[in-house]
């Protein structure tokens, strides 16, 4: 007879099994909901010190931010942007230091990167906020001042950064800002401090909202704007050659609104319009309202305004040989000397200036006026031109036959501007003679024309 257990037998053993087993689960998870408890808590407890953490770290950084707006806006408020007499070159001694507009470049990228919305979220700050950790932002708005500063007040007013010109004329450390560089350098400035108000004002704004509500693209574009214009002024600094080219390239195009003022003059007046291509110069415009019309003209005065277009369009298209030379016809007058290239552009802005008025006095049929203007050889800038770059080529000695056949090519190019210049003035001063002896003789002088205008043109015929 067998000794094994029956079923009925094990079964009491078994349900005991089970039932630990049960007790042991449930202990179990029991034990994972505690624990769960205590992270869950952990985590709120974090968030919030995250959250009150980031809210103090804005609250810092708005303040600085405005802080720092407001001191570049009262900055640029104290300086005239929009007065002529700044708008001109006031003298050699103006200079900006190199290390400014690169430091300025790097603060904006430092800035950008401490208002990235994810050091918010994680919280790559230290425990206790420091203000501090702020004063970076402080160079913003400085070295913004300074770059105001720098293109409006001479270098003679920091004594103890530049000694003065009994010392040197000028720190090596800095770029010496000429004639060629205004007024452009100033709408550069302009621009620049501009936008950066901008910039901070909008992230002052954004540092008071949640950084979940951030756009991770959030003022990117602004600041890529400031940062190739800060580039930009940095190559025209470094270039100063191209400077000069730039600035002959707008001449040209205020010379070629002479041309179009003269050609609009001379159609019937229903075909004439205002294109908003009118030049301006100390205040004076080239506008259609000054003009004697068409109707009242005479073939004397018809002609009179036919020939002085070639000299117009003569002086435009050597300056834009000047601005764009090409293999086909090689300047070298852009290889000279800085001090020469910087007396070559003071003497084509006094060519435009002398052309922007003779073209007025043409405008207004005053024959005695321009026959007293042009005794001043008023145009002598344009021969000097000329004359600067002949000088040039003269200069070379070389053995090799190709250069020479270059140098003598380049000095007649030079030679024909000088016979084309003269012909035209030749050609503009005979139709003028016959214009003022007829207005003598028929008595035509406008008397009024000797009013208002006697100032602006007596003032600095010389």
């Known amino acids: 007879m067998s000794d094994s257990p029956t079923p009925s037998q094990n079964k009491p053993s078994s349900s005991h099994e089970v039932e630990r087993k049960l007790r042991f689960a449930r202990q179990t998870i029991k034990l994972h909901e505690l624990r769960n408890e205590r992270v869950q808590a952990s985590i709120e407890t974090s968030n919030s010190k995250v959250r009150k953490q980031s809210a103090l770290i804005r609250a810092l950084y708005a303040n600085s931010l405005t802080h720092s707006y407001l001191q570049i806006e009262a900055a640029r408020d104290s ?23 690169p430091r300025l470049r790097r603060l904006l990228l430092e800035m950008t990167d401490a208002l990235e ?16 950790e702020l004063d970076w932002l402080g160079g913003i708005p400085d070295n913004a001042c300074q770059l105001l500063s720098s293109v409006f007040t001479d270098w003679y007013s920091y004594p103890e950064e530049y000694p003065g010109p009994s010392s040197h004329p000028c720190p090596t450390s800095s770029y010496i800002l000429h004639s060629y560089h205004y007024p452009e350098i100033i709408w550069a400035v302009d621009r620049i401090t501009s936008d950066i108000v901008h910039l901070l004002r909008n992230y002052a704004e954004q540092s008071q909202d949640e950084p979940e ?3 991770p693209e ?34 040209v195009r205020e010379t070629q609104v002479m041309e179009l003022a003269v050609i609009e003059c001379l159609k019937p007046k229903e075909l004439r319009e205002t294109n908003n291509r009118e030049g301006t110069f100390e205040g004076t415009h080239l506008e ?10 005479d073939q004397r005065e018809v002609d009179l305004r036919k020939s002085f277009l070639p000299v117009l369009k003569i002086c435009r298209i050597l300056l834009n040989k000047l601005s764009r030379p090409t293999s086909s016809e090689p300047l ?3 290889e000279a000397d800085m001090t020469v290239l910087n007396r070559l552009y003071e ?16 405008l207004t049929s005053d024959t005695a006026r321009a026959r007293r203007y042009l005794r001043h ?9 000329v004359q600067s770059n002949q000088s040039c080529w003269q200069a070379y000695r070389s053995d090799d036959s190709d250069l020479s056949i270059l140098i003598q090519t380049a000095l007649e190019w030079c030679e024909m501007w000088t016979v084309q210049y003269l012909a035209a003035i030749k050609h503009f001063e005979w139709k003028l003679s016959v214009a003022h002896f007829d207005d003598i003789f028929y008595n035509q002088n406008d008397t009024n024309s000797q009013t208002e205008s006697d100032d602006f043109f007596s003032s600095s015929d010389d």
């Open 213 to 215: 509500l951030w756009s």
């Open 377 to 385: 050889d008023c145009l002598a800038s344009f021969r000097l031109l």
């Open 288 to 297: 259609l309202d000054q003009w004697v019309p068409r109707e009242d003209m």
């Open 117 to 132: 919305p994810t050091r918010f979220q994680e919280l790559r700050f230290s425990d206790q906020p420091d203000p501090m």
């Open 218 to 251: 959030y003022g990117q574009a602004d600041v890529g704007q400031i940062l190739r214009l800060i580039d930009q002024m940095v190559d025209d600094l470094e270039h100063p050659r191209t400077m000069i080219q730039i600035k002959w390239q707008r001449v």
């Open 79 to 101: 300086h005239p942007f929009r007065d002529p007499e700044i708008l001109k070159f006031n003298g050699p001694t103006y200079a900006l230091t190199r290390g400014l507009l």
């Open 347 to 362: 003497e084509t802005h006094k060519m435009e200036s002398k052309l922007r008025k003779l073209t007025i006095i043409v």
């Open 332 to 334: 070298v007058i852009l």
